[in-house]
């Protein structure tokens, strides 16, 4: 009972640091759990930890995500080398497991004072690893978003011979509500995870992500 107690009030206090941070800020979609810049359906496992820093337009962005519940997440995000930092913050529950029907999930962010709130189906579609995210939402979530995602090899490919190794690399192409991005995400150890994308059929991204377990 006391391990109840202990999970319900990290997940209130997780939500009280997710609005505190956000209202009044301006805020932009990021969760630890998502393809390239669009959500999923997918969230942290309970106690898990995910820290990263992306790279785009310019811009650098260390975050830090927290798998507080079961199918409840919240992730916190700051700009960094930057003398005004945006604070960034989104909150994920998942609602339905993928099963007969597709995954479900809702997230709310904040901006500039106001909330907005999405909904996100994740499934997989035909052969295993392709698998189709579409939601909406409120605010900037209005116009919907989209993406499929496609793993290209199942398993970590390593050639001592030649001594590299080839990580799992899943291919994306989403539309987040702007524009299109494509990329790759290429998992190099289990613990492990980089993203290679452009953004707008323009702008060139990266990410780096860690995830341990508390």
């Known amino acids: 009972m006391k391990n109840v107690y202990r999970k319900l009030s990290v997940a209130i206090i997780s939500v ?10 301006a805020c932009a979609i990021t969760n630890a759990t998502g393809l390239l810049k669009i959500s999923t359906a997918a969230t942290l496992e309970e106690g898990e930890l995910v820290s990263s820093y992306n790279h785009f337009n310019g811009r650098s962005y260390a975050s830090l995500g927290l798998g507080v519940l079961h199918g409840v997440e919240v992730t916190i995000t700051s700009r960094v080398f930057s003398k005004s930092p945006d604070l960034i913050g989104n909150l994920k ?27 996100v189906g994740s499934r997989q579609i035909g052969l295993p690893g392709l698998r189709g995210h579409f939601g909406l939402g409120t605010g900037r979530y209005s116009k919907g978003f989209a993406g499929i995602s496609s793993v290209l090899n199942p398993v970590t490919v390593s050639s001592r011979a030649k001594g590299y190794a080839l990580p799992l690399t899943t291919a994306v192409l989403e539309y987040d509500g702007r524009g299109l991005n494509t990329g790759v995400i290429m998992r190099f150890r289990p613990d492990l995870e980089g993203k290679l994308y452009v953004s707008d059929l323009q702008y060139f991204g990266l990410a780096l992500r860690y995830t341990t377990f508390f």
């Open 16 to 25: 009280l640091m997710l609005v505190s941070v956000c209202y009044g800020q």
């Open 93 to 119: 529950v998942l609602l339905l497991d993928e099963d007969r029907w597709p995954a479900v999930a809702v997230g709310l962010t904040a901006s500039n004072s106001n909330a907005n709130y999405y909904i």
